[in-house]
């Protein structure tokens, strides 16, 4: 459980928690201090990942309409400047690379999906016949199987997010015409 201070770090959760890239993320880490105009300022970033190749980075999530201005844009140069000095760079996320749909409805909707574990009989039946056929889509596979859509629709976006399965879930949203197949 994360503690955040806005619904837009709430929505880039459902982002980090999905990238594969990203091994771990911390909500609030600690902060650092930076100067600015003769001062020393504390600062706690939105945000600290690790990512699989070991490396750390701080995120800044900011709506767009906050990051007009000389002071924000000069402070937060500072604040780069001083996070690279701790190995650790800092990266700037607005609303605009966070709330694009569809994929942050598709992340939520795969997120409810995520606290289902272990293998059902209907996931294993599931898991033979995408195999069998590579690319399938979600209409197709409900009509090769016995399942209710729903049940269908609940296992496969168990199963992609536990990684059994991959979709794309960038171009549209989550549906009868989803393809998936098989995971790496």
């Known amino acids: 459980m994360l503690t955040v201070e806005s619904a837009l770090e709430f929505d880039s959760c459902f982002h980090l928690e999905y990238c594969k890239e990203i091994v771990s993320f911390e909500a609030q880490p600690e902060g650092f201090y930076y100067p600015f105009s ?3 300022l504390p600062y706690t970033p939105d945000f600290k990942v690790r990512y699989a190749d070991g490396r750390d980075a701080f995120l800044e999530i900011k709506p767009v309409s906050k990051i007009e201005g000389d002071e ?6 500072a604040k780069m400047d001083m996070a690279k000095s701790l190995n650790c760079p800092l990266s700037l996320v607005t609303d605009n690379q966070i709330r694009v749909n569809p994929v ?3 992340l939520k909707l795969l997120h409810r999906y995520t606290g289902i574990v272990g293998v059902n009989t209907l996931q294993t039946q599931l898991l033979k016949v995408v195999r069998s ?3 399938v889509s979600i209409g197709d596979l409900s ?3 016995d399942m ?3 049940e269908l629709k609940a ?3 168990a199963m992609i997010s536990r990684g059994q399965l991959q979709a ?3 171009k549209e949203k989550f549906g009868q015409q989803s393809v998936v197949w098989v995971g790496a």
């Open 38 to 40: 003769g001062k020393r």
């Open 72 to 77: 924000f844009r000069q402070k937060f140069i």
């Open 104 to 106: 942050l409805y598709n």
């Open 133 to 135: 056929s590579g690319l």
């Open 143 to 145: 009509r090769r199987v």
């Open 148 to 150: 209710t859509e729903g």
């Open 155 to 157: 296992n496969v976006l």
């Open 168 to 170: 794309e879930l960038s």
